[in-house]
């Protein structure tokens, strides 16, 4: 067991090390190992979503490589870097304020703050999961992490309401207009009266990591200035990337 785990870091540092994309002949030979002990490795870490292929049956990281960096990352400086910038949000605003990585097809929520006259459903940091495909945090990160698009696909596009994207052709089209415009918004996609907006939070790679949401009611989003809320949303999130590192040119 412990021999296995070492080749296994010994694979995933080829890839920091070499090229980003590596065929089971070639991690052999960077290993000195057989091509079959190899393939037995890489179909396992495949299946754990370390690495994935591509077209060309050629190995690259998967996203759980991106996961766990950023859990340690965040971890770290969580709190202190979006807490303020978060209660700005909420004492400004009657909802909700998420940070949310992708898991797996769905959301997972890390950060949380909720204006004590939302009426928004409670979520729980670390336990709450909601569909990506179905929410603003999510398909901020389908849209700037194309590779996550296969696990929602894997995992199915439920439709929780009549709004709900379930079509993976348009869900596609509308990750392109995300991924332009720079934000994404979920209008009653999950839950029937709620409205998101959502924008990206890089890291210092320009890599996006998480996604940083304003959920309210719909009527409310209604009655106030969506243009407002959508600007502090963005601005949000473009602070939190510079706190952790990100640089812009």
Known sequence: ????????????????E?????????????????????????????????????KNRKYRLGWRILEWSNKVMYQQEMNEKVAPIAASLVN??????????FDNGQVRFIFKNVS???????????????????????????????????????????????NTISDIGVLKKELQVIHKQGFAVSNGENETGTFGIA???????????????FVCDIDYIQEHNYQLILKEVIR??????????????
């Open 18 to 54: 070499s090229e980003l994309a590596l065929s089971n002949k070639q991690i052999a030979e960077m290993l000195d190992l057989p091509v079959s002990s190899v393939h037995h490795f890489l179909k396992t870490m495949c299946e754990e979503n370390i690495l994935m292929q591509d």
């Open 116 to 162: 004590p006259h939302s009426d928004v459903l409670p979520t729980y940091i670390g336990v709450t999961r909601f569909p990506a495909h179905a929410t603003s945090i999510g398909k901020v990160l389908l849209a700037y992490n194309p590779s996550f698009v296969k696990a929602v696909e894997q995992r199915g596009m439920q439709k929780f309401t009549k």
């Open 199 to 213: 924008a990206p939070i890089k890291s210092y790679s320009g890599q996006v990591i998480a996604a940083f949401n």
């Open 236 to 249: 949000s999130a473009q602070t939190i990337s510079r706190e952790i590192g990100y640089i812009t040119i």
């Open 92 to 101: 400004r605003f009657k909802g909700s304020v998420h940070v949310g990585m």
């Open 1 to 16: 067991m412990i021999a296995s785990v070492s080749k296994m870091a010994q694979i995933i540092d080829l890839f920091f």
